[in-house]
């Protein structure tokens, strides 16, 4: 058996083509049309191609962005001055403060600080304590997409074998709430399960959000599991030149599942797309007009 590929990018370029297709009602009903402020601190190389991307992404579906660009030095006072100013800004819908933060900054005091409605990451204490509560809250972009191919892939997920490998705030646990939602029984591996061979087996649906390149073999899967790769790991491809993989490794894993994502191409995408949707439905929140499109 051979399974099938999930192409992240074509469902992510879906996405985006929706929501932009919505961005003209928002405009006529509020006389605006949404805006994404981004704010990168620093000059980490891969921040900077990600906020280079949402910044070009959020033009093309006709939202407006605003892009903050601090230096490395910029003092947790100033950036938090910054974020009570995005609060405050009626043109603004979204924040998102691109990570990982300068090392003297207290990240998690920065997420705390962004208003919840605007928490378009979904990652402030009350977002996550929502999700957690089964309320409407802005859920975390990566873990959502991966929750949107599941969907668009298997339909109902009542009652599957879920394993999230990776317990952390922005992946694994807003993935296994998410999963938990759709009424699976989730099982959250980590660095300390014992036999993760064994926990991975039983699983229907396998999420891996480790951070370790092909960690997981093909002889792990249960038979025509799914499988979402959420991993990017660059390697040594030889020849002085690298490339990408995920955590899982494909080439035995596509023998097993009956369904995989691609690194690149998979889940990678996704994480955009729903950045730009979660804006949009934060603006229509704000603005107490009704989305639409509810299956956004
Ligand atoms: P993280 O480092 O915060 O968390 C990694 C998790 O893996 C931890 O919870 C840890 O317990 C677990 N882990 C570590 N070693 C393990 C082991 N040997 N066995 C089982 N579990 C182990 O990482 P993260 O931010 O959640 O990201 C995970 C991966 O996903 C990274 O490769 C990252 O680049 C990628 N990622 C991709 C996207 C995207 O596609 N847009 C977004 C976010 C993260």
Request: net charge neutral.
């Amino acid at each position: 058996m051979t399974a099938t590929v999930i192409d992240g990018k074509a469902f992510a370029a879906d996405l985006r083509a929706r929501v932009a297709g919505l961005v003209p009602a928002f405009a006529a009903a509020t006389g605006r049309v949404p805006g994404l402020a981004v704010v990168l601190v620093g000059e980490d190389p891969a921040s900077a191609v990600y906020v280079k991307s949402k910044g070009r992404m959020t033009k093309e579906a006709g939202m407006a962005g605003f892009e903050h660009r601090l230096p490395a030095e910029t003092t947790q006072a100033d950036l938090l001055a910054l974020v009570d100013t995005l609060n405050a800004d009626g043109a603004v819908d979204g924040i998102l403060v691109q990570l990982p933060l300068p090392r003297h900054i207290d990240e998690a005091a920065v997420i705390a600080r962004i208003a919840p409605a605007k928490d378009v990451d979904g990652f402030t204490p009350e977002n996550a304590g929502r999700l957690a509560a089964g309320l409407p809250a802005l859920v975390p972009c990566t873990p959502l997409g991966c929750l949107m191919l599941l969907k668009d892939r298997l339909g109902d997920l009542t009652g599957l074998d879920a394993v999230v490998i990776g317990r952390s705030n922005i992946v694994g646990k807003p993935m296994a709430q998410l999963l938990l939602g759709e009424s699976c029984t989730v099982t959250i591996a980590h660095s300390r399960t014992r036999d993760l061979p064994a926990v991975v087996r039983r699983a229907d649906i396998v999420v891996a959000a480790v951070g370790r390149p092909r960690m997981v073999p093909g002889d792990w899967l249960k038979p025509g599991a799914t499988v979402i790769d959420v991993g990017i790991n660059r390697i040594e491809a030889g020849d002085g030149k690298t490339r990408l993989v995920g955590d899982v490794d494909y080439d035995s894993a596509v023998e097993t599942a009956a369904a995989i994502t691609p690194v690149p191409g998979g889940v990678g995408p996704m994480t955009i797309a729903v950045l730009l949707r979660n804006t949009l439905v934060a603006a229509h929140r704000r603005a107490g007009v009704p989305l639409a499109d509810a299956s956004l």
